[in-house]
């Protein structure tokens, strides 16, 4: 996809301004609109900062436009992207408007983690252009995004939309699917709840659960996905282990109450010092920097990557 499409942002906090800068580091038209004015002016010093610290030229920050009104923001635009919050009845009201404001061609994708599309879609007209495009936190950083599929969706949209993602460099997947949370998200907060589990029972701390992830089955999941794994020790070993471990799997139905406990209590995680465990402001932040600097390295490689690929390509046409 050579062609340089305009890309409408809805909302320009932590989601939003990330998204704008993997398409305007690609040469497209952004625009992006956010009810709050604070938030939409720190747009262009928080893209430059990502360009500064992957090493993309920072002049690319100018192909972002500012917009104060919607409607200046959806104008002409080939894809709108909603990332407003995590809220059922804001984003379908974002959408409905988004469907009466941009042009009968432009696509419109919402970047939620959890929520089903359809339910996000309600209250449009041309459910048809309606999608799912899920970028991971932060976005500027890790390269999936779900892509997810109605049963209305028009599917050249989905086409369409997958083909853009992988040309400004992101690993797009087709979920075929609309179920709640999607892809990732299901498979994350399923370790989630039986992480919280063995905390709650006392199998272990916070400390050592983390631990074991990080060490041990986590050290291979970049390389390694799970059905991947299951293939290669044979599927026979992973019945057998399933046999024995699956009766035993938290099954609580919706949230644990050792998590409401912790809310309930205050203790909703580093900022306040305290959440499955305790944290000293310099933890906290030593944390935060470790996740960055490691989140920041990976995607410098990537990009790296792409480069000498598409170098060695030209190199070799000749």
């Not at 004015?37 to 436009?65: C, H, K, S, W, Y």
């Not at 794994?229 to 019945?239: A, E, R």
Request: charged letters at 25%.
């Amino acid at each position: 996809m050579d062609a340089r499409q305009k890309i409408a942002i809805v909302g320009a906090g932590l989601m939003g301004h990330g998204i704008a800068q993997i398409f305007a580091a690609h040469g497209h038209p952004v625009s992006i609109h956010d009810p709050n004015g604070d938030v939409l002016a720190a747009v262009p010093a928080r893209v430059e900062a990502i360009m500064q610290t992957l090493g993309i030229d920072i002049a690319l920050a100018a192909n972002i436009v500012l917009c104060d009104r919607l409607e200046d923001a959806v104008e002409s635009a080939a894809l709108v992207i909603e990332a407003a919050p995590e809220r059922v009845a804001l984003k379908q009201s974002i959408f409905e408007e988004l469907d009466r404001l941009a042009g009968p061609q432009t696509i419109l994708a919402s970047n939620t983690s959890v929520i089903p599309i359809t339910e996000i879609a309600a209250k449009a007209a041309n459910k048809k252009r309606i999608l799912g495009t899920h970028f991971w936190n932060p976005p500027h950083y890790v390269p999936l995004v779900e892509v997810i599929q109605t049963a209305e969706t028009d599917p050249a949209h989905i086409a369409w939309t997958l083909e853009l993602m992988a040309s400004v460099g992101m690993s797009a997947v087709h979920v075929k699917k609309d179920v709640a949370g999607f892809i990732g998200n299901r498979l994350q907060h399923a370790l989630k709840r039986e992480a919280i589990a063995l905390v709650a029972d006392g199998v272990c701390d916070a400390a050592t659960l983390d631990k074991v992830v990080r060490e041990g089955f986590g050290a291979r999941l970049g390389v390694l996905g799970p059905l991947e794994q299951s293939d290669m020790i044979g599927l026979q070993l992973t019945l057998d282990c399933h046999e024995v471990l699956l009766p035993h799997l938290d099954n609580t139905p919706g949230a644990h109450p050792f998590l409401r406990e912790k809310i309930a209590k205050g203790e909703t995680g580093m900022a306040v010092g305290k959440g499955f465990r305790a944290w000293t402001e310099e933890e906290a932040d030593g944390v935060r920097r470790r996740f960055q600097d490691y989140m920041a390295a990976c995607a410098r490689k990537r990009r790296d990557e792409n480069m000498n690929a598409c170098q060695n390509a030209r190199d070799s046409a000749k």
